[in-house]
């Protein structure tokens, strides 16, 4: 094969790829203006989003205790932001940075993980779990819950459906602040403009990296 044919196999797999990601893209808005259809306007706008899950969470499932952590904005920190049946002031754990464990731990698991001593003044009959709040790779938060220890039953169930509800979590944060950014733009024409620029900039991003890859390739046939 030569290096002319590598060039323009290597070129057309770029710009398939790059075609690819914007389709993924539409697609992806496409869902999101779908699933944002399904949950009631009224949450998105609300500040206290985060005391509803939480609520939604205590009626549902038979947790004893529990902790909600929002994701700082550009950092792998995070802060408490809602408790049940604690305090905020519970949390053992100070350094709230997602990259290191038990964190880190949860996200390469993708579920709850047990933990021990995470929070403070947990009774002796009480486990401790973690389990993050994701969606499209994004994190979003942590949730952090107790439950009443037992030999008579298996806790396998339980931790089933609070893999299932931190996932709904994690897609209901994703949408919600997705549904804040394009309001944003919607009420701010110059947001909305920069918001254009950004991803002009992307693309120009993408097609200098394309220049660059075909220079390289082009080094690469003249030594052929």
């Known amino acids: 094969m030569t290096a002319g044919v590598i060039s323009l196999i290597f070129a057309m797999v770029i710009h398939a790829r790059y075609d690819r990601m914007e389709e993924m893209q539409i697609l992806l808005e496409r869902s999101g203006r779908s699933q944002a259809g399904r949950i009631p306007e009224s949450f998105f706008r609300s500040k206290e989003h985060w005391m509803q899950i939480a609520n939604m969470v205590n009626q549902t499932l038979?947790?004893?205790?529990?902790?909600?952590?929002?994701?700082?904005e550009g950092e792998s920190r995070l802060k408490e932001i809602v408790s049940?049946?604690?305090?905020?002031?519970?949390?053992?754990?100070?350094?709230?940075?997602?990259?290191?464990?038990?964190?880190a731990r949860a996200i390469n698991q993708n579920g709850p993980v047990r933990v021990v001593e995470f929070l403070s003044s947990i009774p002796e009959d009480e486990e401790?779990?973690?389990v993050p709040l994701s969606f499209l790779g994004n994190i979003l938060g942590f949730w952090s819950f107790t439950i009443q220890k037992s030999d008579q039953t298996d806790d396998t169930a339980m931790l089933q459906a609070a893999e299932k509800f931190a996932v709904q979590i994690g897609e209901i944060l994703y949408r919600r602040k997705a549904w804040l950014e394009q309001e944003s733009e919607r009420l701010h024409p110059v947001r909305r403009f920069l918001g254009f620029a950004a991803r002009q900039r992307q693309t120009e991003?993408?097609?200098a990296f394309i220049d660059m890859l075909s220079a390289n390739l082009s080094l690469?046939?003249?030594?052929f």
Request: proline content about 2%; glycine content about 2%; charged content about 35%.
């Open 128 to 130: 401790e779990f973690l």
């Open 205 to 207: 991003q993408i097609g």
């Open 62 to 72: 038979n947790t004893r205790r529990s902790i909600f952590f929002e994701k700082i």
């Open 84 to 103: 049940l049946n604690m305090s905020l002031q519970d949390v053992r754990e100070r350094r709230r940075d997602f990259l290191r464990n038990p964190y």
């Open 220 to 223: 690469l046939e003249s030594a």
